[in-house]
């Protein structure tokens, strides 16, 4: 371990060796995330295809259709991390040898890789597909990077909070999306301005209604994971 | 105090329809709606930041009572959202033409609802009380974070058709005399009802978890 790493953000990058090394011996959570993607993404683009949405109206359609697949992409996967340590019964042990915070961190950092890898593949995937142009490249994948960074914070925490309930799948949706709701209408919003407008004077007032929202999950899930990960 | 509150809302529905005169730029006798609309939605906020706040007690002293307290504050928040939202859809009938047209106001309420449903439904899918009401708390502060950009931010950021609320964006009220006073009335005997509404169901819930009857 480099020995400039804090104690807390050792114990952080060791949780995330450990989540990356199991990750790439089952693979469970990148295939079935980027094939839930694709399947979707295929679904998406066989039903409305590039040529049927008149090219007035394709920015805004097109931009709530890709942040629809990068939410329902990021429900398939993100709760895979907390619910794997109840299921396989590692949660406990891993209370006894980690602070909660680096826990918190530990599987935010991997949700957080899974996420960037898994949007690397279907944003150019679905533009390629979709016949989107997009006018600002650099502010459009700025906008995904940190709408994906808000959304996998608290994505995280509400994993963590289903892994110790019943019926995990359906309540990961149910109590992810109207806390993620400020962020999708925003970067639906957001993407399709990025796409078509020239100028680009509304990008510092959207990018901190987007940092804030990031910052603030970031800060309420650091202070309440300790009550989660302990009930 | 039961009695003094029911008959502050039969002097309040008397107001609001005979009383108050309609106002200027509404559709017939629209306007009459925000005298049960406004509160409606006033108290599904109130009921918020009151689970919000006792979610918060809980996990600071573990004391189950701050939980059922909470889980009463959401239930009941939940049917005046729900009541809020069905007045909204009958202005939104009258005003624009349409129940629902997904204007900012619409998606907070929206919001709000789903919210209130996703915490009942958490709550639902734990058995242990204890683990329950640990859940439950921090979903709420969570929700409770986020409750500002529905309430502040989204209505301001998108164009909304929805009327201004009582203090403008200009910092002005633009209600004035009898329509005014009928509105602050409602205000605060609906405050008044869902105080005794509140009080009497957490009453209810102590009763039953004494019994052990509680969920």
Request: one cysteine or more; charged letters at 15%; a positive charge.
């Amino acid at each position: 371990m480099p020995t400039v790493f804090t104690p807390l953000l050792s114990e952080v990058w060791t949780l995330f060796r450990k989540d990356w090394r199991a990750e790439l011996r089952s693979k469970v959570a990148v295939n079935s995330i980027l094939l839930f993607a694709l399947v979707t993404l295929a679904l998406v683009s066989y039903s409305i295809g590039p040529y049927r949405i008149p090219a007035g109206e394709k920015p805004a359609v097109l931009s709530a259709w890709l942040t629809i697949i990068l939410f329902f992409t990021s429900m398939t996967g993100l709760s895979r991390v907390f619910v794997k340590e109840e299921e396989s019964r590692t949660a406990e042990t891993l209370r006894l040898a980690a602070r909660p915070e680096a826990v918190f961190l530990g599987k935010l950092l991997f949700n957080l890789c899974l996420m960037a890898g898994v949007t690397a593949v279907v944003v150019p995937l679905f533009c390629l597909l979709m016949e989107f142009h997009i006018m600002h490249g650099c502010s459009f994948y700025g906008i995904i990077a940190l709408a994906m960074f808000g959304l996998t914070i608290a994505s995280t925490l509400i994993a963590a909070i289903i892994s110790k309930a019943g019926m995990k799948g359906a309540l990961f949706p149910i109590l992810s999306f109207p806390l993620l709701m400020p962020i999708l209408l925003e970067t639906s919003l957001l993407l399709a301005k990025a796409a078509a407008y020239p100028d680009l004077g509304w990008l510092p007032e959207a990018l901190g209604i987007l940092t804030s929202y990031a910052g603030l999950m970031f800060i309420a899930s650091i202070l309440l994971f300790e009550r989660v990960w302990n009930a | 105090m039961s009695i003094v509150v029911y008959v502050w809302i039969l002097l309040c529905l008397a107001a609001a329809f005979v009383w108050s005169p309609t106002a200027a730029h509404f559709i017939g006798q629209s306007s009459r709606i925000v005298f049960f609309h406004v509160p409606m939605a006033w108290i599904a906020t109130l009921a918020f930041l009151l689970s919000g706040w006792h979610s918060l007690r809980y996990l600071n002293t573990r004391n189950l009572t701050h939980d059922r307290k909470a889980k009463v504050a959401v239930r009941q928040g939940l049917l005046f959202a729900l009541l809020a939202t069905v007045t909204g859809s009958i202005f939104a009938k009258v005003m624009w033409g349409a129940f629902w047209n997904w204007d900012p106001r619409e998606i907070s309420i929206t919001m709000l609802l789903f919210i209130y449903a996703a915490y009942l439904v958490l709550r639902s899918a734990v058995d242990d009380p204890v683990r329950r009401a640990h859940l439950a708390a921090v979903y709420a502060c969570f929700a409770f974070v986020a409750m500002p950009f529905f309430v502040f931010i989204i209505p301001r950021v998108y164009f909304s058709l929805h009327p201004d609320t009582l203090l403008n964006a200009r910092g002005k009220i633009e209600m004035q005399g009898r329509i005014l006073a009928t509105f602050l009335g409602s205000l605060a005997g609906f405050t008044g009802l869902f105080t005794l509404l509140y009080r009497l169901e957490c009453r209810l819930e102590e009763i039953l978890y004494a019994e052990g009857e509680s969920a």
